[in-house]
């Protein structure tokens, strides 16, 4: 086929923008519409007809295993592939998506590059997801600053910090700092903290309480399986907040075993 038509189905309305603007940059894929919740995820399949549905699990309305259910009950002309998203790795839940139907499941965080590439081989065009791999390791070497903003921006959002709030961007500032010279973990307020102000033209109290404010929101959303998914499990407990400094080394040792895997 010359262009594999794609449905994005996400609740999260930043995440599920990104997937789709990055899916519709690459060459071969058209997004052909995106869902917030199952019900307009099935309504939307119906109408397009997608080659592949890339679906969160955990969605209003009516969910992703629901989604899977329904379409597999509804008599459609072409039913699409389907590519599960989701914050739960646990073994049952994956073998029941399987079981209902989809052809992968990627557990968030994801890769992009890695989803287009599912995207293309889920509508069996193998030869344009290999070149898509190749074209974005070579991305990824000229510009490993731009793909680290953009792992770091997909971690923040399966734990739940929005982008809009100041500590996000504090937040990713003193991550990637900490990446090129983890000795700034001991020097946080002494080095890090000033060095996130004097970039943001703030003060480092500011950064701080921005800082703490943000960890605070991703906690008080009470999404212990997200927090445990992406930092392992039992690392993050709800009732007990990380310090600013525990964060920072928790989300810089995760980027790190991402990178070295």
């Known amino acids: 086929?010359?262009?594999?038509?794609?449905?994005?189905?996400?609740?999260?309305?930043?995440?599920?923008?990104?997937?789709?603007?990055?899916?519709?940059?690459?060459?071969?894929?058209e997004v052909v519409g995106t869902a917030a919740d199952g019900v307009e995820c099935v309504r939307l399949v119906q109408q397009e007809e997608p080659d592949v549905l890339v679906c969160d699990m955990i969605m209003p309305h009516m969910d992703g295993y629901g989604v899977l259910e329904r379409l597999a009950s509804l008599h459609l002309g072409k039913r699409p592939g389907v590519i599960a998203l989701t914050a739960l790795g646990r073994d049952d839940f994956i073998s029941r998506a399987i079981e209902l139907g989809a052809s992968y499941y990627m557990v968030k965080p994801f890769d992009f590059a890695t989803l287009a590439q599912r995207v293309l081989e889920t509508a069996g065009e193998y030869a344009k997801a290999q070149r898509i791999g190749a074209h974005m390791h070579r991305a990824e070497e000229q510009n490993a600053g731009e793909s680290m903003d953009a792992r770091i921006a997909n971690l923040f959002l399966t734990v739940g910090i929005p982008a809009h709030i100041k500590g996000y961007q504090y937040l990713r500032e003193a991550v990637k700092m900490v990446l090129e010279n983890p000795e700034l973990l001991g020097r946080i307020t002494k080095e890090l903290y000033p060095g996130i102000a004097h970039r943001f033209a703030t003060t480092?109290?500011?950064?701080?309480r921005a800082i703490r404010h943000a960890i605070e929101v991703a906690w008080n959303r009470g999404r212990a399986e997200a927090l445990d998914e992406a930092f392992g499990r039992n690392v993050c407990s709800l009732d007990d907040k990380p310090t600013n400094g525990e964060f920072i080394a928790l989300v810089s040792d995760r980027l790190r075993i991402k990178e070295s895997a």
């Open 204 to 208: 480092s109290s500011k950064v701080e």
């Open 1 to 29: 086929m010359d262009t594999v038509r794609v449905v994005v189905a996400d609740d999260h309305a930043q995440l599920r923008e990104m997937v789709a603007q990055f899916l519709g940059a690459q060459e071969g894929l």
